[in-house]
């Protein structure tokens, strides 16, 4: 390879490089937004805030939007840049964490509507405390899959994939003690299912944060870990069967 | 280009036609295992046949592998045949099939769980009329998706756009109901709710036919129509801006 030939794919491939980053970048962003749509949606409802509740809704628009673009983005990477191995995971797993992220944003919209509801109903904030307390923990979650993703963090991703057992427990138990509530009081009923509702979209929100970790260990490792018992997993894991 | 070389591309070229009719086969095979899985779940709840029940929810660990082997089979294609054009969107199309299939079988597994809870309480058949009408509709809707798919028939897979609005509204009715018999009688509110968990699982099904349809229409046409309203959807075709 000549000289001129060697710059001009040293600039190829620094072009590259930098529509790879691109590619991060944007999905960083995307999920700066829907960990504020989450983050507003319960806060909307915590704090008896329908307006806040009505942009939440409204914004959900603006997460779409942002799916379409890297989608079309990592189709034209495809397209033109025709990545194998590494690149070629990355491009991937950027296209399966948008639409995991965009379900995020579509759960923290379900939970904006109930609260509109539960704040007209004005009937008490029965479940709240568990609400507030489960989105605590699902926020740190898909927080934690953001960070593992930007950093390439395995070790981090992997906490994750625990936590989300942890996260059906509490899920679990809180919709026990919101079903007792129920047959105390009659009256309830409505009100009490609406924050069923949110609980099950924040337990949703944590399923996808668990799929956002498990798309960095098959970008990190090339190991498809979906559908893998956590248990297994640790065991594979230590003995270097990745 | 010389006569070898020629046929050797066209052998090239085959081969590559042959591998994404692969992609096809088996993005049905699995389209197939998962309705038989949403038929099943909802056929062992009105038989009241936990051992049906049961059946489903182990075989859903068949319809993970589908969707992994898939996914493998996918990116093998990108890397060792770098498509473009309407080869990499069938590509692209598939891999986000087989995400949603996998998911349809996930609310399958789920909706065979709380028929076992269901037919274990014996608590008489509240709301099955409403499971067994919204569960035909989404049956025929997943159907329709994967023959539309098959056959990238956009006419039929526009139709189903507008499907996924009338299950919404047959769902949104048979929870009213089922909020009313929970408010008559407490001692039901527990079965209620499992019956509530399948419906909610029977219409995220349509929602997932729904996306595999837009898939139809992205591949035929190059357009993403996700997030884009049935009604100006039909505008934009009429008018062909696709």
Redesign the interface.
């Known amino acids: 390879m000549d000289i001129t030939s060697d710059i001009h794919s040293q600039h190829i491939s620094r072009q590259f490089n930098q529509e790879l980053d691109e590619l991060k970048t944007h999905l960083m962003a995307m999920g700066g937004l829907v960990e504020k749509q989450v983050q507003d949606a319960v806060g909307a409802l915590l704090d008896h805030d329908s307006s806040l509740a009505e942009r939440v809704v409204a914004n959900d628009?603006a997460v779409?939007?942002m799916?379409?673009k890297i989608?079309?983005e990592c189709?034209q990477v495809?397209?033109r840049r025709?990545p194998?191995?590494s690149d070629?995971?990355l491009v991937?797993a950027v296209?399966?964490a948008a639409?995991d992220l965009e379900r995020i944003g579509d759960e923290a919209s379900k939970i904006a509507r109930n609260a509109i509801d539960l704040i007209e109903a004005d009937n008490g904030n029965r479940g709240f405390v568990e609400v507030r307390m489960i989105s605590e923990h699902v926020r740190r979650m898909v927080r934690d899959a953001l960070t593992s993703f930007a950093r390439l963090d395995t070790e981090l991703a992997l906490k994750l994939v625990h936590e989300d057992d942890e996260v059906d427990n509490e899920y679990r138990s809180a919709m026990r003690s919101l079903?007792t509530f129920?047959?105390e009081d009659?009256?309830s009923?409505?009100s009490v299912?609406s924050v069923?509702w949110i609980l099950?979209a924040l337990e949703r929100i944590g399923d996808h944060a668990n799929n956002l970790a498990e798309y960095v260990v098959y970008l990190v490792k090339g190991l498809?870990i979906?559908?893998t018992d956590p248990e297994d997993l640790d065991k594979d894991m230590l003995e270097g069967k990745s």
């Open positions: 628009r779409n939007d799916q379409i989608d079309e189709t495809l397209a025709q194998t191995a070629l995971r991937l296209i399966r639409s079903m129920m047959m009659a009256r009923i409505s299912l069923m099950r498809d979906r559908h």
